[in-house]
């Protein structure tokens, strides 16, 4: 990790390309450092100016003294290189680059960046940029940016921390926490990444004891590896790293390699990977911000059930609608909840999760603490979210007072959060910051409390858990590995195959045949015919000796005409299995992300509907079968309609086979299981076919 300090905290400062004209980027950065009472030296180049502000300026970097902290280069891309140099040999520590044209721009703009990022290395320099606003270290007083930054108060304020490679968007994320009454650290734009990258202000804020949590807004991902093990010890922390990332639709991908330089990876691998890490992984802004808020203020979301306290029965409905849809669960109230439920409120309530308590708060204000103390006693619930219809003025004045007053009596240990029904209600500002000071998240819309308290959930949720069983070495040749060689190889690691074996000739391929037994299946081997089918190189059902003959000259005869420069190795013979259930099972060593599984059924299901899920390779058994089950057609697994249940522990076992060989053998760049027949519970499962890559 490069040493940040002398960019996010710089005891000097110097604007390459100040101004006096208003709006201008150099202007700009003045302005906030004069606003924010920046007490460090500020230096100023400009070579047509004496003087800017009262401030001297100096015609050259030459001209500086050696050993100036951060430099901020207001100055356009032509002029960018030459700058960072003479910065490197003045002995200035790190550099700020506004400029865009760089990677994003084409063959010159990559080299003109990789010579930025060689200068950087040679002389031990920290490089923000190119491309990127800037970054504003609120808790230091430092805005190193030409977007005018609000001088905050962090005292007594939860805050967090933000990291975004697109800079309009730090700005646009830090606006939205600003509004919630949320505190921020530090906000910084990586923009291209020359010569430093998100990772590098993750690892920071980590170590940031005022940093409660970290919000992120990332195109790619330059460092996989670092920021997965940067994801793991923020999580051993207790802080949330809360990520957008951009880039399920083909259309993203491409916007992202134009934007920022980077070229857009598999979303779904990425997905993947960074919540078994312990990143919460959200799909929207609003969600971005919504998440943070909950994930600093008030208590931390536990695994379990939510209660929901309300004032309408067809909000009632609305919520169970949306709580199946978004998978948050609604525990009934039973036992003595639901006897301390009954005492506590009117005859004409009927007890339920959610609950309407009807208009009678408005002459009972204290049915909200009432109510509220079974269901923080009650441990099936984690949540309680307060569903209210606030109308008015005079309206709110009835029911605030009484539930911040109830949550100051009753202290909860579980987050409690406010959800307006009616967005736009003139609630006064000062019962939405005495929530707020107390620990309660206010959100003006319900489904966006639901969907943030579901984020949280799903963390809460997770097993992360690692497999403890050994890793497998594979010796492998390098390239494509044919099905009969690959066989060979994953047949002792564990992987479940049918009986049979390679034959080079006709008569082999009969003694193979006595062995196994008719009927048998011989399929053609060459290296490059991964697709058997297609040039007719599978025959089914061959009965006896004499077919098996005939089939041979056939399958020979069938290849010579799809291509006659095929030159195949011989067949593998293998004895007829009974239909079951198929699945397509595949693994792949990602050279940025590492090991990771796809499991789904197979035939035309998995492009159909794909239906397919993303495996870390070291899942436990148990969070192996519970991601099967997590399939669109996963009901299939258990038993649907009359059909037997499926034999999902022999599935698991098989992936989790398939990634110690993964974690054993990085060479392997994929292997491809398809189809894999799962059978009946307890008559395990069969791969038909298999394929590695190797390097």
């Known amino acids: ?45 400009n070579p047509k100016r004496d003087q800017i502000g009262g401030r001297p300026c100096l015609k050259t970097i030459d001209e500086l003294p050696h050993g100036i902290d951060a430099a901020v280069l207001a100055v356009p891309g032509p002029a960018v290189l030459p700058a960072v140099q003479a910065l490197a040999e003045r002995g200035v520590g790190a550099a700020i680059i506004f400029a865009a044209g760089f990677a994003e721009g084409g063959e010159e703009g990559v080299a003109a960046q990789a010579e930025v990022a060689r200068i950087a290395a040679e002389h031990g320099m920290v490089v923000e940029g190119p491309n990127c606003l800037g970054l504003v270290n609120y808790a230091a007083g430092v805005p190193l940016t030409f977007v005018e930054a609000p001088v905050l108060d962090l005292k007594d304020k939860p805050a967090a921390g933000i990291v975004s490679q697109s800079g309009a968007m730090a700005v646009v994320l830090g606006t939205m926490l600003m509004g919630k009454g949320l505190g921020i650290t530090l906000s910084v734009s990586t923009g291209n990444e020359a010569a430093s990258g998100v990772e590098d202000y993750v690892e920071h804020l980590i170590g940031d004891p005022a940093t409660l949590a970290i919000g992120m807004i990332v195109e790619q991902f330059r460092k996989p590896a670092r920021f997965l093990a940067l994801a793991e010890r923020a999580r051993a922390a207790g802080k949330h790293i809360v990520l957008l990332h951009p880039g399920t639709s083909n259309a993203a991908r491409e916007s992202a390699a134009t934007h920022t330089g980077a070229m857009a990876g598999d979303w779904q691998l990425m997905k993947a990977k960074v919540e078994r890490a312990g990143v919460v992984l959200v ?16 208590k931390p979301v536990r695994k379990g059930g939510t209660a929901v306290l309300t004032e309408s029965g067809a909000f009632k409905a609305l919520t169970l609608d949306l709580a199946e849809r978004i998978g948050l669960d609604l525990p009934a109230m039973a036992g003595e909840t639901a006897a301390a439920m009954r005492t506590a409120i009117p005859d004409f309530i009927p007890v ?34 307060f569903g209210i219809i606030q109308t008015d003025e005079a309206t709110s004045a009835r029911k605030f007072p009484a539930i911040i007053d109830a949550v100051k009596a009753l202290q909860p240990e579980k987050p409690v959060i406010f959800a307006g029904l009616d967005e736009g209600a ?3 500002a000062e019962y939405i910051d005495a929530l707020r000071t107390i620990g309660i998240t206010y959100f003006p819309s319900p489904d966006r409390a639901f969907r943030a308290l579901r984020h949280l959930g799903r963390f809460a949720e997770r097993d992360f858990e690692r497999a403890g069983a050994a890793s497998v070495t594979v010796d492998l040749p390098s390239g494509v590995i044919p099905e009969y060689r690959a066989k060979q190889l994953l047949a002792p690691a564990g992987i479940p195959f049918p009986a049979g074996g390679f034959a080079k000739n006709a008569e082999e391929a009969r003694a193979v045949a006595a062995r196994t037994g008719y009927p048998v299946a011989i399929k053609a081997q060459a290296a490059a015919l991964s697709h058997k089918s297609d040039a007719g190189g599978v025959i089914l059902n061959i009965a006896d000796d004499a077919a098996l ?13 799809y291509d006659a420069g095929i030159i195949v190795e011989g067949a593998q013979v293998e004895a007829m299995g009974r239909r079951g259930v198929e699945l397509i099972i595949g693994a792949r060593n990602d050279p940025d992300w590492g090991p990771v599984i796809l499991a789904g059924f197979g035939g035309v299901t998995a492009e159909l509907l794909h239906d397919v899920r993303l495996l870390p390779a070291d899942l436990t058994h148990a969070a192996i079968v519970a991601e099967l089950r997590k399939l669109k057609q996963g009901a299939l697994l258990d038993g649907y309609r009359g059909s037997p249940a499926l034999d999902v522990d022999a599935v698991a076992r098989l992936i989790s086979d398939l990634g110690r060989v993964l974690a054993g053998t990085p060479s392997i760049r994929e292997i491809d299981l398809n189809p894999v027949v799962v059978y009946p519970r307890g008559e395990g499962v069969v791969a038909l076919d298999a394929l590695i890559l190797a390097d």
């Open 1 to 45: 990790m490069p040493d940040l300090s002398r960019l996010l905290t710089p005891r000097s400062v110097v604007i390459v390309g100040a101004s006096s004209t208003p709006g201008a980027l150099g202007n700009s950065v003045l302005r906030n450092l004069e606003r924010h009472g920046y007490a460090g030296e500020i230096h100023l180049i």
């Open 283 to 298: 799909d929207s802004l609003e969600a971005l911000g919504d998440v943070l808020e909950l994930a600093v203020r008030g």
């Open 352 to 385: 339920s999760n959610p609950m309407d308590l009807t208009a009678q708060a408005l002459v009972d204000p204290d049915l909200y603490r009432r109510t509220m103390i079974p269901l923080l006693a009650d441990g099936n619930f984690s949540a309680l979210v």
């Open 426 to 428: 003139p609630v006064p």
């Open 549 to 561: 003959d005939a089939a041979w000259v056939r399958l020979h005869g069938n290849i010579a005409a």
